[in-house]
């Protein structure tokens, strides 16, 4: 009836959970439902955001180019200005042929008028003229006396769609689909950008505004034009077909629906088996709970006996009966247990039952009675009834009958002292023979026991202080068998010399306080062998009161030597842990430290400056970094080779190790790089100290190998600030110290300060600036002529690289060349300036400017690049045309063959050889006659004094004469004055070059000069 009701309720669960289930099931499925509509949604979103980038970038594209047409433009109706500003009195006839080659040129400009008169401001402005025309005014701006005014402007006249499509607005090739639309163009439309927001359209319809377009600000001449552009149709169309995505997802919903409604069919079963399982459980709770209720009732245990493994074990009932405690596992084997409470008189019985159950398997019934002694040393009796269940289990139970075995025992009393039952006398008579049989069958399996493991048994009186052995305790310890008992003299005489005191001591301390005797001792045998016996033993208390110890020996040699080779194995073990140990100290030192100076490396400083940065963080830390570079050590390397720079650093090492303070740091952390690390606070004067004795220290020179070695240093300081101070931080503040103290001429220190840093700041972002202005063409080249000392004629040109900064305006070369060395972008600098000169120079030959040469710079680090011939001879210059300048200091007499091969076939190309600077670097008269110049440039600090000076005038005769002499021409820079001119030309020189004829000017400015110069010369 219970079981009946319990199925009832669990179907009734069971339907509530499945009803849970559906409707968890359904709700799961609209979410996924509505995830899939999300995904589409933002796939659509996303899809019409990278369509937009895409115009975006075609749209920068197109913007650049309608400026660079605009740009274009406006130059040369800038150009056009600056002919009219140059000539004021230019024919009508003239300014008409060059607005027709300009109109000629350029289809879009409709005409080109000049419109003389006062115009408001000063920079050109296009305007527009109606719907379809543009107007571009340039002013001419005139400056006599050095006071500017406008003279009028130049209007272009441009029609606005051509100008449009001049830029390239119309190129298919620039504006071809892009690749993320299938077939379809782009609609563009401009039109002006006013202060109020309005503006007409220049190009393109009005439509394109309404599609939500993307749109481009360009920037013209006075104002701003907006670029819009958009797909044609709209950005849904514009797309590519979303059928396969959309399938896609639906397909991804279905796929994840299938297994939610396949998981909860599944579920629900489960639901429906597992409550039916739970009904069973609770009918068999409640069967399992009457059993056991009757069991512990009749105080009947239950026992179990897998025949095949001899494991037994009980239940709680069991073990309680037997005086033992309850199995704290599940399923504890209690066989041992079971053996050591049962009576000794009874246990080889039990014994030999087992071995029959396991040996005949499902085969035995199980009854047997026994005794066993319980802990306060009472005795119970015990009956065991069992039988085989299945094939290799035997099951049973078993219960007290102490009771009954009392009363049958004081019956069985009764009856021995009974003297008028003779009949029952002699059965006890026969009873007492079997017994005394039995006892002699079990002390003789007892023997064959003891003899199979090689045990003896021993009896001790300690009063009388000997032992009784029996043959086999006789055998082990090698005492021979006089059948009397052994005394306690022959017994330590068998033993080993170290273990008779700690035998002795334990056999007392067993008597004394009646506890157990468990020893080892060595037994030296006559071939000098050790034989291990183990005694195990009790103390036994006889009935006449005397003490007793009883036990057994047996021969455990072999489980010592085991144990002896164990702890030979773990103090071998230790001994290589020992080993390792001491290995990873050296690998760890060899990893933090430099193997030829034996100090810290980069590593170590790093860690250590790690760990200073961690403390800075938790509280307030002092400490100074002093970063170290050897001077002339790489001339060393060169010269006596490593192993001397091998030397000069342990040289430099050991003076560091000598002048530095205890618990200092310090490190080489690169060729000839040191760091000290002061983890304390010092003085700016213990620092300078300190610096001042490596110095001195470090000047003193070694011997290596029969040669004197000597190098400086120099040394950056830096301490730290603030509350939290970086230790990394404070490292390269004292590495901008180093560079300081370079740059002021080595061997010295420096300390950081903020301006250090300010001026390390400003040379990187004048580094970052020169690299972009190499991008964005910033770099232009201006001209200062040349001329003949006698004639007086234009005999040529030095091209100089100016650079166009955008906020400092015009930079000459010595501004910045230095970093641009540094940047090693110098060779670029060069070809840049080669290439304009050469453009230039095909510019001046077109406007009829007769130029003869023009002179370029060239880098030392350019003149040896083994690439300079080939870029050379792929363009295209004039034998004569073209000089390089050569700066004198960077020639020696030991040229490498690199340099000369240049020279010699630059000179075949027909470009000739100048030597710049001559006066002030150490040419030799050898270094002349092998390279040959074609000219040498008098450097402007020796030409500028002669007027003054007459040594230096005898220098500057001197040097003249002896170009003459090798065939070789002269040319004087910084000729300021006209004195200077006269003064030159009486002493030879043959070219003359300053600011007493012009300064350097850019290509335009040096063209009107070039054309307006024999005007000049005749006025």
């Known amino acids: 009836m219970n079981y009946s009701k319990t199925i009832m309720a669990r179907d009734g669960e069971e339907r509530s959970g499945a009803s849970f289930l559906l409707l968890g099931g359904a709700l799961l499925s609209m979410a996924i439902v509505g995830a899939g509509f999300m995904l589409d949604k933002w796939s659509m979103e996303a899809s019409i955001g990278a369509v937009r980038q895409h115009v975006a970038e075609d749209l920068r594209l ?35 042929s060059m607005a027709k080659n300009l109109v000629s040129r350029a289809p879009h400009i409709d005409s080109v008028v000049f419109r003389p008169g006062e115009r408001p401001g000063d920079t050109p402005v296009i305007k527009m003229l109606g719907d379809h025309t543009l107007l571009l005014d340039v002013p001419v701006l005139l400056a006599p006396d050095g006071v500017n005014r406008y003279w009028g402007s130049v209007v272009l006249s441009m029609n606005a769609t051509r100008t449009v499509e001049a830029s390239g607005i119309a190129d298919r090739e620039l504006l071809a689909p892009a690749s993320h639309f299938r077939n379809e163009h782009l609609v563009f439309a401009i039109r002006e950008v006013r202060a109020d927001g309005s503006g007409r359209f220049l190009f393109g319809s009005r439509q394109v505004a309404r599609e939500d377009p993307v749109t481009e600000r ?127 008189e009874d246990r080889e019985t039990i014994e030999l039952r087992i071995f029959d159950s396991i040996t005949t398997i499902g085969k035995q019934s199980w009854d047997m009675q026994y005794r066993i002694v319980l802990a306060d040393g009472t005795m119970r009796h015990l009956r065991s009834v069992g039988a085989a269940n299945g094939v290799d289990k035997q099951i049973g139970i078993v219960f007290d009958i102490t009771a009954d075995a009392v009363f049958t025992e004081t019956l069985r009393a009764a009856k021995e002292t009974s003297e008028i039952k003779n009949a029952e006398l002699e059965l006890a008579l026969d009873e007492l023979s079997v017994r005394e049989h039995q006892l002699i069958e079990l002390s003789q399996k007892l023997d064959l026991a003891l003899a199979s493991y090689n045990c003896g048994i021993w009896e001790g009186d300690p009063v009388s202080t000997t032992a009784i052995w029996d043959e086999r305790m006789h055998q082990l310890y090698n005492v021979p068998n006089r059948n009397r008992p052994v005394t306690r003299h022959e017994w330590l005489s068998a033993l080993h010399p170290d273990d008779r005191q700690t035998a002795q001591l334990a056999a007392n301390r067993a008597v004394n306080t009646s506890s157990a005797v468990n020893t080892i001792q060595r037994i030296l045998l006559p071939n000098s062998e050790l034989r291990y016996v183990r005694s195990v033993g009790q103390v036994h208390v006889g009935k006449d009161g005397k003490k007793k110890l009883i036990g057994i020996a047996f021969d455990v040699t072999a489980d ?42 980069r590593r170590k400083l790093d860690m250590e400056l790690e760990e200073l940065t961690r403390e800075g963080s938790k509280h307030r830390t002092k400490f100074s970094i002093m970063h170290l570079d050897l001077d002339r050590f790489k001339e060393i390397n060169d010269t006596l080779g490593h192993a001397a720079g091998d030397a000069m650093l342990v040289h430099a090492s050991r003076v560091l190790n000598r002048t530095v303070s205890r618990g200092d740091l310090v490190a080489r952390i690169g060729g000839d790089e040191f760091v000290i690390l002061a983890k304390r606070q010092t003085s700016p004067q213990e620092l ?55 740059e002021k001429g080595r061997n010295r220190f420096e300390f950081f300060t903020p301006d250090l840093q300010a001026n390390i700041f400003a040379r990187k972002r004048m580094a970052d600036e020169i690299l972009a202005g190499l991008d964005h063409d910033e770099f232009t080249v201006w001209y200062q002529p040349q001329f003949a000392a006698n004639s007086m004629e234009l005999t040529g040109a030095e091209a100089l690289v100016r650079w166009r900064h955008p906020v400092h305006g015009i930079l000459p070369s010595n501004e910045f060349l230095k970093i641009a060395e540094e940047l090693n972008v110098l060779a670029r600098i060069d070809q840049l300036v080669l290439e304009t000169a050469l453009k230039d120079q095909m510019r001046w030959t077109a406007l009829g400017v007769r130029l003869p040469r023009i002179s370029v710079n060239v880098s030392s680090r350019r003149l040896h690049d083994e690439n300079l011939v080939g870029q050379l001879e792929g363009l295209s210059i004039t034998p004569g045309s073209i000089c390089f300048e ?134």
Request: aromatic letters at 6%; hydrophobic letters at 45%.
């Open 62 to 96: 197109v913007r650049s180019s309608i400026e660079s047409r605009i740009a274009a433009d406006t130059a040369a109706a800038n150009h056009l200005a600056d002919m009219i500003a140059a000539d004021p009195t230019i024919s009508t006839t003239s300014l008409t």
């Open 218 to 344: 360009i920037n013209v001449p006075g104002g701003s034009w907006e670029l819009l552009a958009a797909p044609t149709g709209s950005w849904q169309t514009a797309l590519e077909n979303r059928l396969p995505a959309r399938l896609g997802i639906i397909a991804a919903v279905i796929a994840m629906i299938v297994p939610v409604i396949v998981t909860l069919t599944l579920l629900r079963e489960r639901n429906r088996n597992i409550a039916r399982l739970k009904a069973r459980e609770e009918a068999l709770f409640e069967v399992t709970q009457r059993f056991n209720l009757a069991m512990d009732t009749s105080n009947i245990g239950i026992w179990e006996l897998e025949e095949r493994t001899g494991q037994f074990y009980w239940d709680e009932r069991a073990a309680a009966l037997h005086g033992c405690a309850a199995s704290e596992l599940g399923r504890q084997d209690r066989l041992n247990d079971w053996y050591g409470v049962i009576h000794p």
């Open 560 to 601: 010592a030597k085991i144990a002896e080779e164990l702890r030979g194995a773990k103090a071998e073990a230790d001994a290589r842990n020992i080993e390792l140990e001491l290995a990873k100290n050296r690998i760890e030192f060899n990893a933090l430290h430099d193997p030829l100076t034996s100090l810290a490396n």
């Open 688 to 742: 300078a100290k300190l610096s001042e004795t490596i110095i001195r220290e470090m000047c003193k020179p070694i011997d290596f190998e029969g040669f004197s070695c000597r190098c400086g240093v120099s040394i950056g300081i830096a301490q730290s600030s603030g509350l939290f101070p970086d230790a990394g931080k404070v490292l390269i503040n004292a590495d901008i110290a180093l560079y300081e103290a370079k």
């Open 886 to 1019: 050569l700066v004198e200091s960077i020639f020696l007499d030991e040229s490498d063959d690199v340099t000369t091969s240049n020279i010699e076939r630059i000179k075949a190309l027909g470009i000739d050889i100048e030597i710049d600077d001559f006066g002030t670097g150490h040419t030799s008269i050898v270094s002349l006659l092998r390279l040959k110049p074609k000219r040498l440039k008098i450097d402007r600090q020796l030409v500028m004094p002669i007027v003054t000076s007459p040594q230096e005038r005898a220098l500057v005769r001197s040097i003249i004469e002896i170009a003459r002499s090798l065939g070789v021409e002269t040319v004087a820079e910084g000729v300021e004055s006209h004195e200077h001119a006269a003064l030159l030309r009486q002493l030879g020189c043959d070219f003359l070059q300053g600011y007493a004829f012009a300064k350097p000017l850019p290509f335009e400015n040096f063209t009107r000069f070039a054309q307006d110069l024999p005007r000049r010369k005749a006025s």
